[in-house]
């Protein structure tokens, strides 16, 4: 990408995501230095700035979680609709013009009810998500939890999967809150019981999966590793897709993907090997591929998906063109192509084949 002169007068965006307060959000994924990419300058946890950025509810630094009890929380709580009163609060603590807002809900669709997508869509003039029900239904544009400056993600080719020491991780929370959750876990736990060779990293996991414990960044583990198990939160759809399946091509670690169809439309599908499902079929698919190297063309889909990835599928890319009100990259379009020629679509979460 041919680099354009900064602009002395950037546009201040600022970057509100819940449960992220920290002041160098996004920056990994900008051209220029302290958030600058083309014109804007991206400013986390800025509340004040000219147009906000708010990433699911607008949760931050200064801003009350939760509104206190009281019965229009107890109601809510017996209807099932808390957290539209929940995110209907952070709202009103926010107190912004619904016109200085672009709102993408990088969440999957399971996460939310419609009542908090009605609150959602009337709270941000364009309000973005992986959900038909959103007002602007689109597929998720890139993120990655990786810190290394964008320069040099680009000019550093991965070592070879073949000569790292881990053949197999996962790296993970032991949240239940989604089916998906839940699924993940009882999917490694199969894996484990079953002797294959994996390592699993990350907060609360069970003792059933021997857990190596957290880490502070995941390329530490992702780049000693030649197979990572990729389970999506979601996998229903073709819009829902997370940092989980970009962390790992990034390190160059071959992903045992689980997901929606997104993946197949944003980048080459052999740069990933989608396991069929979370039962028998898919056991054995982890198994296959734990047991031999992975294939040459798996590795340079992997490294023309690095270019997509670091390139105009990232977020902040997505948001310069909807700032300036251009078209967005047709990959993200939700009426884009979505199912490659060939290729057969994911089974439901959970299944099992008979």
């Not at 992220?20 to 920056?27: C, G």
């Not at 013009?97 to 969440?107: G, K």
């Not at 977020?315 to 009426?335: K, M, S, T, Y």
Request: aromatic share 6%; charged share 25%.
């Amino acid at each position: 990408m041919q680099k354009s002169p900064p602009d002395p007068h950037p546009r201040a965006v600022g970057a509100l995501w819940y449960g992220f307060d920290d002041a160098d959000f996004l920056f990994n994924q900008c051209e220029g230095p302290a958030g600058r990419h083309r014109d804007l300058s991206i400013v986390p946890n800025d509340r004040d700035a000219e147009r906000l950025l708010v990433l699911a509810p607008p949760i931050g630094p200064g801003s009350k979680p939760k509104p206190r009890n009281g019965p229009k929380r107890w109601i809510a709580r017996r209807r099932g609709t808390w957290d539209a009163v929940w995110t209907d609060h952070a709202w009103d603590v926010l107190a912004r013009d619904p016109r200085d807002i672009i709102s993408l809900v990088y969440e999957p669709p399971e996460q939310f009810t419609d009542a908090w997508w009605e609150v959602a869509n009337r709270r941000a003039a364009l309000n973005f998500g992986p959900d038909p029900r959103a007002h602007r239904p689109v597929r998720l544009p890139t993120m990655w939890t990786l810190d290394d400056p964008l320069a040099l993600l680009r000019s550093t080719t991965p070592p070879p999967p073949a000569d790292r020491p881990l053949p197999l991780v996962a790296i993970t929370s032991g949240t239940r809150h989604l089916p998906g959750h839940k699924q993940r876990i009882a999917f490694l736990e199969r894996l484990a019981a079953e002797g294959l060779p994996l390592s699993a990293f990350g907060r609360r996991l069970p003792a059933t999966l021997q857990p190596g414990g957290p880490v502070r960044s995941k390329g530490n583990i992702l780049r000693a590793a030649r197979y990572a198990v990729v389970v999506e939160n979601s996998a229903e759809g073709d819009l829902y897709v997370s940092e989980k399946l970009w962390d790992a091509i990034l390190c160059g670690c071959v992903p045992l993907y689980f997901g929606s169809r997104a993946a197949d439309i944003m980048i080459p599908s052999d740069a990933f090997i989608r396991l069929p499902d979370l039962g028998n079929a898919g056991v054995q698919a982890v198994r296959d591929a734990v047991h031999r190297e992975p294939a040459q063309r798996t590795i340079d889909a992997m490294n023309e998906a690095r270019a997509e990835i670091l390139g105009p599928l990232r977020l902040v890319e997505w948001l310069a063109a909807v700032l300036d009100d251009r078209p967005i990259h047709p990959a993200l379009r939700p009426d884009s192509e979505t199912t490659p020629a060939g290729a057969p679509a994911p089974a439901p979460p959970g299944s099992v084949p008979s």
